[in-house]
């Protein structure tokens, strides 16, 4: 007996965002729908797209928090603005 694992078991694959790239292109190919090819693309590019909005929010609330307020610095640190001359 292998220890290897059948091609089926092992997770690989174009995945769900791969197979609706595929239906789209098809259905953009025979003129089932009449979108731009931006949006025929979308599956590809839309999950990296939220990501990265979601990681700037993330850093934007962060910066937002540190600015407004956030920890207090403990006595004897000189703060940001002190080191850089601001």
Known sequence: M??????AASGGGIGFFGTLTILFIGLKLA?????SWWWV????????AIL?????GV???AA???LIGGRPI???KP??????GL
């Open 31 to 35: 003129h089932v729908i009449n979108w």
């Open 52 to 56: 990265l909005t979601v990681c700037a």
């Open 41 to 48: 693309f979308a599956p590809l590019w839309m999950p990296l």
């Open 74 to 76: 403990p006595e004897g």
């Open 59 to 61: 850093f934007l609330i």
């Open 64 to 66: 937002l928090v540190e």
């Open 79 to 84: 703060r940001a603005g002190k080191i850089l």
């Open 2 to 7: 292998s220890d290897k694992k059948s091609s």
